[in-house]
């Protein structure tokens, strides 16, 4: 399927993995890569030491385009944002901040860079700043979340925008590849089904519960901080729910989640843990390989476009 995502990335599939802390490791950016996808490295709080050896780990194990996501809030942005140019890395993704302090680096290194936004003014300031795309990415995704759902979000900034436009939240399967492009978007972004994979290093705890979850099994935590986060509900968000209609502080709601993705993530601990997941978590029933997903997920969304003249009378 040629999009101009496609185009853009020279993979061959229009499917972005999120940048997930802690999540989105060498393992699992390459596996998507070589499955022909775009793989990413999430550079999350990591210092750049840490960083550079994922990047070249993932070099080692794909010679397809993979990227880099930098969260603009991390102590080590700056070190991360010069890291990316001097290792050659094909695509940067960012998250949590303005990247255009790094803008003129990374286009004069020939850096393909893909903001995430959550609004249209968003979208349209990254482009201004020079943005090679945006993922535009609705409520309904894991993780730290905006407000509009990607129905809504999607094509309004499709309208707004001249450049490639990815889809994120709410998608696991063909069905949602063909409604977003069908919104107007190029591609997607997919985090929650790629949790699931055989690549993914996540403990086997996490994969359990997103394997078994239902429909209704997420929470949004963080609405009173204005910082929220989607992840599946266990006691560490009954506690923390509890504790924002309390009226308790920031740093006390703080204090609760230290650590916590982490220890869903490398120790498996699902009770205090934050396992951050989309709410399409109840759609994800079956490990595979990054390969059969994307595979799978390319063939649903080909039958339903080729299905879609049924409706035509």
Same mark, same amino acid.
């Given at each position: 399927m040629?999009?101009?995502?496609?185009?853009?990335? %020279?993979? /061959?599939?229009p $499917?972005?993995?999120?940048?997930? =802390?802690?999540?989105?490791? %060498?393992?699992?950016?390459?596996?998507?890569?070589?499955?022909?996808?775009?793989?990413?490295?999430?550079? *999350?709080?990591?210092?750049? /030491?840490?960083?550079?050896?994922?990047?070249?780990?993932?070099?080692?194990?794909?010679?397809?385009?993979?990227?880099?996501?930098?969260?603009? @809030?991390? #102590?080590?942005?700056?070190?991360? *944002?010069? @890291?990316?140019?001097?290792?050659?890395?094909p695509?940067?993704?960012?998250?949590?901040?303005?990247?255009? #302090?790094?803008?003129?680096?990374?286009? /004069?290194?020939?850096?393909?860079?893909?903001?995430v936004?959550?609004?249209?003014?968003? *979208?349209?300031?990254?482009?201004?700043?020079?943005?090679?795309?945006v993922?535009?990415?609705?409520?309904?995704?894991?993780?730290? $979340?905006?407000?509009?759902?990607?129905?809504?979000?999607? #094509?309004?900034?499709?309208?707004?925008?001249?450049? #490639?436009?990815?889809?994120a939240?709410?998608?696991?399967?063909?069905?949602?590849?063909? *409604?977003?492009?069908?919104?107007?978007?190029?591609?997607?972004?997919?985090?929650?089904?790629?949790?699931?994979?055989?690549?993914?290093?996540? %403990?086997?705890?996490?994969?359990k519960?997103? @394997?078994?979850?239902?429909?209704?099994?997420?929470?949004?935590?963080?609405?009173?901080?204005? %910082?929220?986060?989607?992840?599946?509900?266990?006691?560490?968000t009954?506690?923390?729910?509890?504790?924002?209609?309390?009226?308790?502080?920031?740093?006390?709601?703080? @204090?609760?989640?230290?650590?916590?993705?982490?220890?869903?993530?490398?120790?498996?601990?699902? /009770?205090?843990?934050?396992?951050?997941?989309?709410? $399409?978590?109840?759609?994800?029933?079956?490990?595979?390989?990054?390969?059969?997903?994307?595979?799978? $997920?390319? =063939?649903?969304?080909?039958?339903?476009?080729?299905?879609?003249?049924?409706?035509?009378?």
């Amino acid at each position: 399927m040629k999009t101009a995502l496609t185009e853009l990335l %020279h993979i /061959e599939y229009p $499917i972005i993995q999120g940048g997930m =802390a802690w999540v989105a490791e %060498h393992n699992l950016a390459a596996a998507v890569s070589n499955a022909g996808g775009l793989g990413i490295v999430a550079a *999350a709080n990591a210092p750049v /030491e840490v960083v550079r050896d994922e990047i070249r780990k993932t070099k080692e194990l794909t010679d397809k385009p993979f990227g880099v996501n930098i969260m603009l @809030l991390s #102590p080590h942005a700056e070190e991360i *944002a010069r @890291l990316v140019v001097e290792e050659k890395v094909p695509v940067v993704t960012t998250g949590a901040g303005n990247p255009g #302090p790094y803008m003129k680096q990374w286009k /004069e290194a020939g850096i393909i860079v893909i903001p995430v936004v959550a609004s249209v003014a968003l *979208a349209k300031l990254m482009q201004r700043a020079g943005a090679d795309a945006v993922v535009a990415e609705g409520c309904e995704s894991g993780g730290h $979340i905006g407000e509009t759902t990607t129905m809504a979000l999607v #094509p309004q900034v499709a309208d707004a925008v001249q450049i #490639p436009v990815i889809a994120a939240g709410g998608i696991g399967d063909g069905r949602g590849l063909a *409604a977003a492009m069908m919104l107007g978007a190029d591609g997607v972004q997919m985090g929650t089904r790629f949790l699931v994979s055989r690549e993914c290093v996540i %403990h086997d705890n996490y994969k359990k519960k997103v @394997l078994k979850a239902s429909d209704i099994d997420t929470a949004v935590t963080g609405r009173s901080t204005g %910082h929220p986060v989607r992840q599946l509900r266990n006691r560490m968000t009954r506690q923390y729910l509890e504790m924002e209609k309390e009226g308790k502080s920031f740093e006390e709601l703080e @204090l609760l989640t230290l650590g916590s993705l982490r220890k869903a993530v490398m120790d498996g601990d699902v /009770e205090q843990g934050s396992m951050m997941s989309g709410q $399409i978590a109840g759609m994800v029933k079956k490990e595979q390989t990054c390969q059969e997903i994307l595979d799978e $997920i390319m =063939a649903e969304a080909k039958t339903l476009f080729g299905e879609a003249s049924k409706w035509e009378k």
